[in-house]
């Protein structure tokens, strides 16, 4: 009995999947060595930084944002609470619903976090043009849009 032969292009997707993947863990990986002395990890930071740009965003629309679900979310929230890197409370339209905000404290992290990274992001896109990394975000938008993950994509940064 033969053996099916995976088609080229089908070999080409599974291979820049398995690529993605171990770009995100290693660089995961490499932050999360990096800011251990700041007693925070990349999870905590994904949320930090989602807060930031959308202040006064409930659980829910945290964990939608962070592709988390919301117990994940709250354990995070609350490591960041303790930390003093965002408060939260009740929102004034609806007190059923807490929402965060990012302190001055957690300002400064995710300011000092953002310079310290510099030099992994640089090494990470060493050697490729500006217009090669605009045609991979157009071809990772196409790929966002074809799971439907378009609308969701430009608020992860």
């Given at each position: 009995m033969k053996k099916s032969r995976i088609p080229e292009r089908e070999q080409q997707a599974k291979q820049a999947f398995q690529r993605m993947k171990r770009i995100l863990l290693g660089f995961r990986s490499r932050m999360d060595e990096e800011l251990r002395p700041q007693g925070v990890t990349m999870a905590q930071l994904q949320v930090l930084f989602a807060v930031r740009s959308q202040p006064r965003s409930s659980g829910a629309q945290l964990a939608r944002t962070c592709f988390i679900t919301p117990q994940t979310v709250q354990?995070?929230?609350?490591?960041?609470?303790?930390?003093?890197?965002?408060?939260?409370?009740?929102?004034?339209?609806?007190?059923?619903?807490?929402?965060?905000?990012?302190?001055?404290?957690?300002?400064?992290?995710?300011?000092?976090?953002?310079?310290?990274?510099?030099?992994?992001?640089?090494?990470?896109?060493?050697?490729?043009?500006?217009?090669?990394?605009?045609?991979?975000?157009?071809?990772?938008?196409?790929?966002?849009a074809n799971l439907d993950f378009g609308k969701s994509a430009s608020a992860i940064r």
């Open positions: 354990a995070l929230l609350k490591h960041l609470e303790e930390g003093g890197f965002i408060v939260r409370g009740k929102d004034p339209v609806n007190d059923r619903i807490v929402i965060a905000s990012v302190t001055e404290a957690g300002e400064e992290l995710a300011q000092s976090v953002e310079k310290s990274s510099l030099p992994l992001h640089r090494e990470l896109w060493k050697g490729i043009t500006e217009s090669e990394l605009a045609q991979l975000n157009d071809l990772l938008e196409r790929c966002l």
